[in-house]
Nanobody
């Protein structure tokens, strides 16, 4: 069982930055691939980024590539999402998720077993 708690969301202007954190409970955090997803009002939840158990492999949606960076600190049981050059279209609730079945995570929300409660990110134009 893994419990995930996101933090770091907020209101920021276009071009600004935010860093999201996701703190995990449990002693097996390093055995989970971790992902970040987001969901805007009226839209489906979409993949943002994922990172492998060790942190050596990362994957990004095309829409955030070059602007967002996913990282993890297994000693702190925490995964991060650094978001730079934010755009209004990045506005959404951001969720972290844990996947024990793959090494690097997947693009599909249904493949993840555990989810946090989400944190709101709002980018004003």
């Amino acid at each position: 069982q893994v419990q995930l708690v996101e933090s770091g969301g907020g209101l920021v202007q276009t071009g600004g930055s935010l860093r999201l954190s996701c703190a995990a409970s449990g002693r097996t955090f390093s055995s989970y691939a971790m992902g970040w997803f987001r969901q805007a009002p009226g839209k489906e939840r979409e993949f943002v980024a994922s990172i492998s158990w060790s942190g050596g492999n990362t994957y990004y949606a095309d829409s955030v590539k070059g602007r967002f960076t996913i990282s993890r600190d297994n000693a702190k049981n925490t995964v991060y999402l650094q978001m730079n050059s934010l755009k209004p279209e990045d506005t959404a609730v951001y969720y972290c998720a844990a996947d024990s079945h793959t090494y690097s995570g997947t693009y599909y929300p249904n493949d993840y077993e555990y989810w946090g409660q989400g944190t709101q990110v709002t980018v004003s134009s």
